[in-house]
């Protein structure tokens, strides 16, 4: 079973900056796709971005622009960097492995809530 914990979540203030951060349990984490995802207040699941385990970037259009992912394999992590946060970037943001390979399981973070609020 792999485990993954996110952190750097927090209160920020519109227009402010945030990274989250989402580190794995084992290594096996470069070999799937990292994706993170939202839940909104109203209870939407929203798709963010993701990052390929060969480095391909993909960014929903309510982020693109203002956000970068990342992955840093030799630490098990992936990075959301946030810039120009909105009040309704607020949601509680959760990372997954998502597999690449048929059969192989799914893994979610428990996830962290972002809260953007003068």
């Known amino acids: 079973q792999v485990e993954l914990v996110e952190s750097g979540g927090g209160l920020v203030q519109p227009g402010g900056s945030l990274s989250l951060s989402c580190t794995a349990s084992?290594?096996?984490?470069?070999?799937?796709?990292l994706v993170w995802y939202r839940q909104t207040p109203e209870n939407q699941r929203e798709w963010v971005a993701g990052?390929?385990?060969?480095?391909?970037?993909k960014y929903a259009d309510f982020v693109k622009g203002r956000s970068t992912i990342s992955r840093h394999n030799d630490q098990n992590t992936a990075v959301l960097k946030m810039n120009s946060l909105k009040s309704e970037d607020t949601a509680v943001y959760y990372c997954?492995?998502?597999?690449?390979?048929?059969?192989?399981?799914?893994?979610w973070g428990k996830g962290i809530p972002v809260t953007v609020a003068s």
């Open positions: 997954k492995m998502e597999a690449v390979v048929t059969g192989w399981q799914d893994y």
């Open positions: 084992d290594s096996i984490f470069s070999a799937y796709e």
């Open positions: 990052i390929t385990p060969g480095g391909m970037k």
